[in-house]
């Protein structure tokens, strides 16, 4: 199974980007997924997730909470992030997981599956 992000780049603040997660050799179906960002030298921190099956549970974290919108399109087999009003302080390489469980859904160690990540940088 793999997870491949796009959509990074460099914006200015106060724009939106949307970012993919595209997953091939399974079914994103069966999978909650979540969205992880690591600024240089920080912690990767949790940002957004979205339930398995048609993503009912949806959670943000207090930074992103009202920017961020999480959501999948299963026939794609595709899991999206957009944020808007992007901040400076938004600047890292945003990673997407997949699991089978919800139970650490804000924690990286809750997840098995993993991206190689995209560059979003904010330009003040």
């Known amino acids: 199974v793999q997870l491949v992000e796009t959509g990074g780049g460099v914006v200015q603040a106060g724009y939106s980007l949307t970012l993919s997660c595209a997953v091939s050799?399974?079914?994103?179906?069966?999978?909650?997924v979540g969205w992880f960002r690591q600024a240089s030298g920080e912690e990767r921190e949790f940002v957004a997730a979205?339930?398995?099956?048609?993503?009912?549970?949806?959670a943000y974290s207090e930074s992103v909470k009202g920017r961020a919108t999480i959501w999948r399109d299963n026939a794609k087999n595709t899991v999206y992030l957009q944020m808007s009003n992007l901040k400076p302080e938004d600047t890292a390489v945003y990673y997407c997981?997949?699991?089978?469980?919800?139970?650490?859904?804000?924690?990286?160690?809750?997840?098995?599956?993993w991206g190689q990540g995209t560059q979003v940088t904010v330009s003040s």
């Open positions: 050799g399974s079914t994103i179906n069966i999978y909650h």
């Open positions: 979205s339930s398995r099956g048609g993503g009912a549970s949806q």
């Open positions: 997981a997949a699991d089978f469980t919800w139970a650490e859904y804000q924690s990286p160690s809750g997840y098995d599956l």
